[in-house]
């Protein structure tokens, strides 16, 4: 197969070759011009007076032919006749038009005294002797009209890669997905809604002998990172049949009539595929409400929506075809498009609880080395509200971290950072911050950590830390314990307190504030507002909703007006300051009665910028600022110790591994006789020596011991054997050195230590 190989490349560049040979040979211009004249000559040549080196005489001058500063001769007699200008007896070169006018009229008065006429021919072009070179012009013309010709042809038969072929689906196909049901977490009563299709693909008789159908399609709704196409992708992975993904967005086109051509194009393509699952992705983009936009709605939407319902559910059935989509906006769809018979199901993908956010971070966490004091329990209470995509991505940011530091394992603290991350952003350590400004900013989250330990329906803090993030110049994070589906009305007024101990805090020891608590009183005037306008927990208008709306124009959030009377909204604005005004007294009066605690907890994060959970509890409980940071400096020793045990112990394995691999290597050259059988067991005592060493420190340093002062007896007894016709005098003066040495080096060692 390679002389074959070579014959063929050989042949190949043989070809080339001869191809190039050719090409040089088109291009070369084989035309002679004759011997260089000067302009006296030519006058001699028009006379017939020339006389040539060779003792010719008498040559008389038949033809001229000049062009662009040359002129060729052709004279009596010649061979060149038939080929003239190509070829020529003499030439000449002349640089103004006066020069070659004075030998044309020379020429002209000759032929009037004389009967041997010259020939006088004047052209822009000298005529080529390559035969190619006449022919290029045709030839190109030739081919550009071929590729014109072969581009046309293209674009009218390809339909895949041509201009032509707009109306063409562009889903994408896959034979079948990895993803499986095992892979999901947090999504059980969801996965058991999918699992009757996948049932009914895999044995479709069990349900049609009962007289049931299996349905036309189903409509996953839930917010982004929820995890629907995750789950449409495990349905088409568990059922094993073809997969055809596609967005809704592609399906518009500048192009009218193109969506419902691409529609037709997709559900064809289906059925040459089926049983198989066809899965539309923001289906929100093609299938919204029909007449809902301005002046009528985009007619070429509607055409896509309306070819779309009738290849769902039309005169022409589609069996074996489950068409999988997935929105967030289920509001904003045609009702003809949710129908029975069309997406027969509607199933709502929730955000996981904490068992489900639980099960999220075990798989997410299979391929990541976890420390074993990270808590997957802990973790998932305080990312309550987080998506599977969330979880994700907080995993992911933590391993970013860990690599960072140069952690072996990701710790609790890594992943604490990646939550911060992903909902604020990272720190900003490098933003300059006055210390007036720092100070500022630890009374002011002491004052919101104080009130969230205080107050009894407040959730627990986690975190608390003066370094900026995102907008926030510091930040208290504290996160639910559970996920409570309502929230009740004194929890309500402890959260609009809390946000207020920010503002009370800067009061009570700076005797003045500051516009750091913004974002606070936006937070607690929205608290208070919901709770009078929306939720009726006003204790004056009692229950009444004064949030509903009526919509007047059809795009739903244009304009709206209100349905109550100018007096009720006053009495509402002053229901809303009521319980602001209550709740700032009353934590006004907590914070007050607590300032020893507000001081040390200002103090711990002047000190470390950045407490967690148990921190904040030591300094609640009543230990001082320095107690607390001295326990953290203890913590952190461990945590540095164990990473170091830890990296120790992956460095040893992998020197094991190194050592193991010589002596794998050292069999196989002694298998091939390249190293002697003694050669090989020094290898394996080698490996063996290093491994007894790495697996116990200790021995392993005692051995390393006593060959280093066996190594120095040896050195020793060599130096006497060297220096003993040296006098002891000067013998005593080398020896006393290496002691003066090792003493001064043992302080030294001692001072490090």
Not at 583 to 606: F, V
Not at 671 to 686: A, H, L, P, R, S
Request: proline content about 3%; aromatic content about 8%; charged content about 30%.
């Amino acid at each position: 197969m390679e002389e074959k190989k070579k014959g063929f490349r050989f042949s190949y560049l043989i070809l080339l070759l001869l191809v190039v040979l050719l090409v040089c040979f088109l291009f070369i211009d084989t035309s002679n011009p004759g011997t260089r004249v000067q302009l006296s000559e030519v006058y001699e040549l028009i006379d017939g007076t020339y006389e040539t080196e060779n003792g010719q005489k008498n040559i008389q001058m038949t033809q001229l032919y000049y062009n662009g500063g040359t002129g060729y001769i052709l004279v009596e007699g010649s061979e060149n006749s038939k080929t003239f200008p190509n070829n020529a007896d003499y030439y000449f070169e002349y640089s103004s038009s006066s020069e070659i006018n004075l030998i044309l009229q020379k020429i002209n008065e000759n032929n009037e005294k004389t009967d041997k006429k010259v020939t006088i021919t004047y052209d822009t072009d000298k005529p080529s002797n390559n035969w190619f070179l006449n022919l290029l012009p045709t030839i190109l013309i030739i081919i550009f009209g071929g590729v014109m010709v072969w581009v046309l042809y293209r674009m009218m038969s390809s339909s895949n890669k041509s201009a032509m072929s707009f109306g063409k689906t562009r889903a994408k196909s896959f034979a079948t997905t990895k993803v499986k049901f095992s892979d999901i977490a947090g999504a059980d009563e969801e996965k058991a809604e999918l699992e009757e299709i996948v049932e009914f693909l895999k044995n479709p008789k069990k349900f049609t002998d009962l007289g049931a159908r299996i349905p036309k399609g189903v409509l996953l709704v839930g917010n982004p990172g929820t995890g629907k196409t995750l789950l449409a992708r495990a349905v088409a992975g568990e059922s094993n049949v073809p997969f055809i993904s596609i967005s809704g967005s592609d399906f518009v086109e500048m192009f009218v009539g193109v969506g419902a051509s691409r529609v037709r194009d997709l559900f064809e393509q289906a059925k040459k595929n089926k049983p198989c699952i066809v899965f539309i992705d923001e289906i929100d983009a093609v299938g919204r409400q029909r007449g809902a936009g301005l002046g009528g709605g985009n007619d070429e939407r509607e055409q896509t929506l309306n070819q779309l319902l009738v290849e769902m559910d039309g005169f022409e059935s589609n069996e074996g075809i489950i068409v999988l989509a997935a929105t967030n906006r289920s509001d904003v769809l045609d009702p003809a498009l949710l129908r029975p018979g069309r997406f027969d199901r509607q199933i709502y993908v929730h955000i996981p609880d904490v068992r489900g956010r639980e099960g999220i971070l075990k798989i997410h966490a299979r391929n990541k080395p976890i420390d074993e004091s990270v808590d997957f329990g802990t973790l998932a209470r305080i990312t309550a509200g987080f998506t599977g995509a969330d979880i994700e991505n907080m995993l992911n940011e933590a391993a970013i971290l860990a690599a960072r530091a140069g952690r072996p394992k990701i710790i609790m603290t890594d992943i604490t950072e990646g939550i911060n991350k992903v909902i604020m952003g990272p720190q900003k350590k490098s933003r300059l911050v006055t210390e007036k400004d720092k100070k500022i900013t630890a009374y002011h989250e002491a004052g919101h950590t104080l009130l969230a330990k205080k107050l009894e329906n407040c959730d627990d803090v986690q975190e608390v830390s003066i370094i900026p993030r995102g907008m926030a110049g510091g930040y208290t994070m504290s996160r639910p314990e559970n996920d409570d589906s309502f929230v009740s009305y004194n929890k309500l007024m402890d959260e609009i307190a809390m946000s207020m101990g920010g503002r009370i805090a800067e009061e009570i020891i700076f005797n003045e504030i500051t516009t750091g608590a913004s974002s606070d009183i936006q937070q607690a005037t929205k608290i208070a507002h919901k709770m009078v306008f929306d939720w009726g927990m006003s204790k004056k208008l009692g229950f009444l909703n004064l949030s509903s709306q009526e919509t007047i124009f059809v795009g739903r959030d244009y304009q709206t007006k209100n349905d109550f009377s100018e007096k009720l909204a006053a009495e509402a604005d002053d229901e809303v300051r009521e319980i602001l005004s209550y709740n700032y007294t009353r934590a006004k009066k907590i914070i007050s009665s607590n300032k020893a605690i507000l001081e040390q907890l200002a103090l711990l994060l002047l000190d470390r910028e950045t407490i967690y959970k148990d921190e904040v509890d030591m300094i609640m409980s009543g230990k001082s600022s320095e107690e607390v940071a001295k326990e953290m400096e203890k913590k952190e020793k461990a945590q540095k110790l164990k990473e170091e045990k830890e990296r120790q112990k992956r460095e040893n394995e992998r020197a094991l591994n190194e050592y193991q691999k010589k002596v794998e290597e050292g069999k196989k050259l002694l298998e091939n006789n390249i190293i002697t059988q003694e050669e090989y067991d020094m290898i394996v005592k080698e490996f063996e020596e290093k491994s007894k060493e790495l697996k116990n420190e200790k021995p392993a340093k005692a051995v390393r011991a006593k060959k280093e002062s066996s190594q120095s007896v040896e050195k020793a007894k060599a130096e006497e054997k060297k220096d003993s016709s040296v006098p002891k005098r000067v013998r005593a003066t080398k020896t006393s050195t290496p002691k003066t040495t090792t003493k001064k080096t043992e302080k030294d060692d001692k001072g490090e230590k």
